[in-house]
């Protein structure tokens, strides 16, 4: 199956992280001392960056909007966005600012304590966006509005409002952990959310409440369209008005680094939803994806394109993988014949 097409288009808007990081770290030296690594790689990261690259490896075009600082971290985020097809022209770049970047020292069992620089993030406002090219995109994903304050306010609530006005799903995500803090900060944003995309302990956060059915209920009674929360290597569990949760199981994985894993399953979700899947598909193309990113070093490991991303559904889970590939073949030849007729 050749997934030569682009499958969709989406604008991603959010932190754009710098990762250096190096594994296996059973401790830091004390003083002056040192130790040897396997392996140290860089790589573009968090919940703007980290999913834009996974989108385009998916077959999606992707644009990215973030504030960068005007530094060698910047350049080299920017390089590697460009080198996997990614439209940098929303990157804002900052000179009074440094690039957002972290350090990550990977215990050998995946965990991964950070040393972050929040850097150029925060200081993103509407005002740097372009919201013609946010129309224009099929969908929109808002990874961590709780580190971009200013796009809370109400100029940058609308913008997100046009776009759901528009009829182009929004999805967010949260960087973060959450608390009631970071539900009050988001409150304008929730009956514009299409699909909101949190790992478990954030919305046990967010919310207050251990159940995740009835956390995810009470955001849907907020105006969230959808949820699909991550629950590590039980897989995800989706939740919809009027539906009857979906829980969908982990993939079989080797897990070295846990780095950039929501990230992948946001790429894989949205992949699936925008190729014309079920949720419940779309959600374990997610999956897929978080246990390929799993198996390697960095947000970026393990996911080359979709055709290997469903080659790892293959093993487990055949009649999905040849259902997916099935809808997202006629999605292409769709789209194919539309831009002919035009």
């Keep these: 199956m050749s997934f030569g097409a682009r499958l969709a288009t989406v604008a991603?808007?959010?932190?754009?992280?710098?990762?250096?990081?190096?594994?296996?770290?059973i401790e830091i030296p004390a003083?002056?001392?040192?130790?040897?690594?396997?392996?140290?790689?860089?790589?573009?990261?968090g919940t703007g960056g980290g999913a834009a690259v996974d989108l385009a490896k998916l077959g999606c075009s992707v644009a990215s909007f973030a504030a960068v600082g005007d530094d060698l971290l910047g350049r080299l985020l920017d390089s590697q966005l460009q080198t996997h097809g990614v439209d940098t022209t929303g990157l804002v770049w900052r000179r009074d600012a440094v690039t957002s970047a972290t350090i990550l020292p990977i215990r050998p069992n995946g965990d991964r304590p950070a040393l972050h620089v929040p850097g150029a993030t925060p200081t993103l406002r509407a005002s740097d966006l372009d919201g013609a090219a946010l129309l224009a995109a099929?969908?929109?994903?808002?990874?961590?509005?709780?580190?971009?304050?200013?796009?809370?306010e109400p100029d940058g609530v609308a913008l997100v409002e046009?776009?759901?006005?528009?009829?182009?799903?929004?999805?967010?995500?949260?960087?973060?952990?959450?608390?009631?803090t970071t539900l009050a900060l988001?409150?304008?944003?929730?009956?514009?959310?299409?699909?909101?995309?949190?790992?478990?302990e954030q919305l046990r956060?967010?919310?207050g409440i251990d159940d995740l059915v009835d956390a995810a209920g009470a955001l849907l009674a907020r105006g969230v369209g959808a949820v699909a929360v991550t629950v590590g290597d039980q897989g995800a569990l989706?939740?919809?008005?009027?539906?009857?949760?979906?829980?969908?199981?982990?993939?079989?994985?080797?897990?070295?680094?846990?780095?950039?894993?929501?990230?992948?399953?946001?790429?894989?979700?949205?992949?699936?939803?925008?190729?014309?899947?079920?949720a419940e598909d779309a959600a374990l193309l997610g999956c897929a994806c978080g246990a390929l990113v799993a198996s390697g070093l960095g947000s970026d490991a393990g996911i080359t394109d979709l055709a290997g991303v469903l080659a790892l559904i293959n093993a487990s889970h055949p009649d999905t993988a040849d259902r997916i590939g099935r809808t997202v073949d006629d999605h292409v030849t769709r789209r194919t014949n539309d831009v002919v007729d035009a």
């Design 12 to 25: 991603v808007l959010g932190p754009h992280i710098v990762d250096v990081l190096g594994r296996p770290v």
């Design 31 to 45: 003083g002056q001392g040192s130790t040897r690594l396997d392996e140290i790689r860089i790589t573009v990261a």
């Design 138 to 152: 099929d969908a929109v994903l808002f990874g961590g509005p709780e580190t971009m304050p200013h796009l809370l």
């Design 162 to 180: 046009a776009v759901h006005d528009a009829g182009k799903p929004v999805f967010v995500d949260l960087l973060h952990p959450a608390t009631a």
């Design 186 to 200: 988001l409150t304008p944003l929730l009956p514009l959310i299409d699909w909101f995309l949190p790992n478990e």
């Design 205 to 207: 956060g967010l919310t």
């Design 238 to 278: 989706v939740l919809r008005p009027a539906v009857e949760p979906v829980r969908v199981p982990a993939l079989p994985t080797t897990v070295v680094d846990t780095t950039g894993c929501g990230d992948s399953f946001n790429a894989g979700l949205i992949t699936g939803l925008l190729s014309g899947c079920t």
